[in-house]
């Protein structure tokens, strides 16, 4: 096809219009064939998407991002809760920990621990 284009391109046939129009079309169908052949290259240099020139298997299917990890309490959280609220009355303790549903059970758990009489 470029062939094609490179002889219409340089063709002195017709009238001066009509060399003009065939000129034009060639210079776009020579783009469209460079283009064409950048955009293969540009996959031919990719993995991804060698396959479609090659006749190789597409490549496995990218592996499922990991799941996102656990929550957990921010240690300003904690040191909020151990030198704050827990000095607090138990209705400030309580409004505190509703405001921080996600935390209250890991501080609840800690508050426990700390609670919890040492055995010698």
């Known amino acids: 096809m470029a062939h094609r284009a490179k ?7 017709g009238t001066q219009q009509s060399t003009r129009c065939t000129c034009i079309d060639a210079i776009k169908e020579i ?13 031919m240099a990719d993995p991804r998407d060698r396959w479609g020139h090659t006749g190789e298997l597409p490549p496995a299917a ?8 656990e929550y957990r309490t921010p240690q300003g959280t904690i040191d909020a809760f151990f030198g704050w609220v ?8 309580a409004r505190w920990l509703a405001e ?4 209250e059970a890991h501080l609840r758990k800690l508050w426990e621990d700390k ?5 010698k």
């Not at 002889?7 to 046939?13: G, L, M, Q, V």
């Open 31 to 43: 783009l469209f064939l460079r283009a064409s052949d950048f955009v293969t290259q540009m996959e």
């Open 7 to 13: 002889a219409a391109f340089y063709s002195k046939r």
């Open 115 to 119: 609670c919890k009489p040492q055995s």
């Open 86 to 93: 827990v000095r607090q009355d138990q209705a400030y303790q």
């Open 100 to 103: 921080h549903p996600r935390d």
């Open 62 to 69: 990218a592996p499922e991002p990991p799941s996102k990890k």
